[in-house]
């Protein structure tokens, strides 16, 4: 998937997107790890958001980990990036604020591989709209796929299966699962 023109120190944005469960994550710190061993300079980033599994990594559901800086929002990045870096990763890219969309792009024309993983849609479907913004400016997309928990069919839809309505609900398997098509059901709208 790494393209020829690494060789160029040419930059680009890669996206890994899709529901609740589908191996973002996975696939990130796969990603990051096949970087290291090519001996790339390599720096993460999550979210402070993103505390369901402690700060100062990045974990699967699976129990994978890297180490990770959490900062509290997009405008944090940009500082600490250091400028030998060539790979710059980021979780969670839906925890953060539209600054997330010019900071990948930056990082890019400056010549870095950025790896941004995130969910596409919310729990009631409905598109972040960084990530949108992400998934159209990347030059490569992967959307990934869960196992749907009531039927096993490719799930896409993240279903919260709380009461809540705030739009961001950290969570793991007590708050969301993952669902397809027919066994999503659409909760009702914000207050
Ligand atoms: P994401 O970052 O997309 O939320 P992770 O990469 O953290 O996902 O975790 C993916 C892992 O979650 C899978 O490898 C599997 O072990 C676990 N998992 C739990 N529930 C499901 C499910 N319904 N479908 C697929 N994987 C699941
Ligand atoms: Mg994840
Ligand atoms: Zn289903």
Known sequence: MTPNFILKKQGWIEVICGCMFSGKTEELIRRVRTALIAKQKVQLFNSRLDTRYGIGSIISH??????????????????????????????????????????????????????????????????????????????????????????????????RITKDTKRIIVGTTDAYQARCRRCYRKPKEDK
């Open 62 to 159: 699976n129990q994978n980990k890297v180490d990770a800086l959490c900062v509290k929002n997009s405008a944090e990045i940009l500082p600490l990036v250091k400028k030998d870096t060539q790979v710059v990763a980021i979780d969670e890219a839906n925890f953060f604020d539209k600054g997330i969309v010019a900071v990948c792009d930056t990082l890019a024309n400056q010549g870095k591989r950025v790896i941004v993983a995130g969910l596409d849609t919310d729990y009631r479907a409905e598109p972040f709209e960084q990530m949108a913004a992400l998934l159209a400016k990347a030059e490569f997309v992967t959307k990934n796929h869960a196992v749907c928990t009531k039927c096993g069919n490719p799930a896409a839809f993240s279903q």
